[in-house]
């Protein structure tokens, strides 16, 4: 499966902000250390575990999400995966008074950023990310 995964800033510390290039899901991990950033595939993951529990997904679809195979890591690619990143971004930014300072896992933003509508590849019509990657949970 493939993320996008871009460091943030969001109130003056980085952060991570990871989006599913095929369902437009996103997540944010609010204030990630040196060693998060050093290790950013675990940080990712964990992160990852943490949005989709807060959203009610079974503890398995996280490794699903991340595939069996080893990681690799690229630059962005596409116009679509940078579109869906930018779009991710600018929502969390209209959104940022959601952000909780007490947490890494953000859940509220998430679900705000997850439940706007929007245009996606490999699905007809418009619809929340949080929709269509239950769809492709239940494929998977």
């Known amino acids: 499966m493939c ?15 990871a989006v599913h290039c095929h369902s437009r899901y996103a997540f944010v991990l609010y ?13 990712f993951r964990d992160g990852l575990a943490r949005s989709l529990s807060a959203a009610g997904s079974s503890p398995d679809a996280a490794g699903r999400l991340c ?12 116009r679509r995966e940078v579109a869906f ?3 991710a971004w600018d929502d969390v930014m209209a959104a940022e008074l959601l952000l909780d300072e007490t947490t890494r896992s953000q859940p509220l933003l998430d679900q705000f950023v997850n439940g706007k ?5 490999y699905h007809d019509g418009l619809g ?3 929709e269509r990657l239950a769809q492709i949970l239940k494929e998977a």
Do not use: K
């Open 67 to 78: 595939g069996s195979g080893g990681s690799r890591y690229t630059r962005t690619h596409g």
């Open 31 to 43: 204030g990630l250390s040196p060693f998060d950033r050093e290790h950013l595939p675990d940080a």
């Open 85 to 87: 990143l930018n779009r």
């Open 117 to 121: 509508p929007s245009r996606c590849a």
């Open 3 to 17: 993320w996008d995964l871009h460091v943030i800033p969001l109130r003056g510390r980085p952060s991570l902000l």
């Open 128 to 130: 929340p990310a949080s």
